[in-house]
């Protein structure tokens, strides 16, 4: 804490050194007044181009108002559930399970990485989705994640199944070219939380010196 009487002392010596101004400028009122409302109140002089966008003809079926109407849920959280339903609309329609990634979440919403996971898990803890990490056969690694649309994301007269989509029968569901793609197993995210914990588990107890011997 400064001292009352020593910050005296060193305004005085400072003002006797520089000397006392005499005109003192301020900005009017007016001025200010002006310049805020220009800044807060006023359109642009100039509008900024519009970005272009492709129509991929795709759409968004419908979901449930509760989406919109939560309050645990931010404004991201909801597109990003109207991006997973459209994109699972497309890709599965009977089991409402869909692979899909990180990137593809933050290619489509022009977000960060860890701003996509923060908006599956506002999903994920109000109960619109489940999600599973899933897992290649042949290494460690995480290809993706299995998001599953749980029923309050969806209305009432779609909580059993989707209207079926028109296809050519006898068509084959699911390409056999790269059938060594499919050969992965899902995890739940706790799980798979403690198998990436292992090696750092691992690793922490080799630093551990071992304990002396008993005498």
């Known amino acids: 804490m400064y001292d009352i009487a020593t910050l005296h002392d060193q305004l005085k010596r400072r003002i006797d050194r520089d000397g006392c101004r005499q005109i003192i400028q301020t900005i009017p009122t007016d001025q200010v007044r002006r310049k805020r409302s220009l800044r807060c109140c006023h359109l642009p002089a100039q509008q900024q181009p519009l970005i272009p966008v492709r129509d991929s003809r795709a759409y968004v079926p419908e979901l449930a108002a509760r989406l919109d109407t939560d309050p645990n849920l931010t404004d991201g959280a909801r597109r990003c559930a109207r991006i997973l339903a459209a994109y699972t609309y497309r890709r599965n329609r009977d089991t409402r399970t869909a692979q899909?990634?990180?990137t593809y979440l933050t290619r489509a919403m022009s977000k960060c990485r860890r701003t996509v996971q923060r908006y599956l898990r506002q999903l994920e803890r109000a109960g619109y989705i489940g999600t599973d990490?899933?897992?290649?056969?042949?290494?460690?690694?995480?290809?993706?994640?299995?998001?599953?649309?749980l029923r309050p994301l969806l209305p009432q007269h779609h909580a059993q199944k989707?209207?079926?989509?028109?296809?050519?029968?006898?068509?084959?569901?699911?390409?056999?070219?790269?059938?060594?793609?499919?050969?992965?197993?899902?995890?739940?995210?706790?799980?798979?939380?403690?198998?990436?914990?292992d090696g750092v588990f691992r690793s922490l107890m080799q630093t551990i010196p071992a304990l002396p011997a008993p005498l």
Do not use: D, E, F
């Open 100 to 102: 899909i990634t990180v």
């Open 133 to 149: 990490v899933i897992a290649t056969t042949r290494s460690r690694l995480c290809l993706g994640l299995a998001v599953t649309l």
């Open 162 to 197: 989707w209207p079926s989509a028109s296809m050519i029968s006898g068509a084959t569901r699911l390409s056999q070219n790269h059938s060594s793609r499919y050969k992965t197993r899902t995890i739940p995210i706790q799980s798979w939380a403690l198998r990436c914990m």
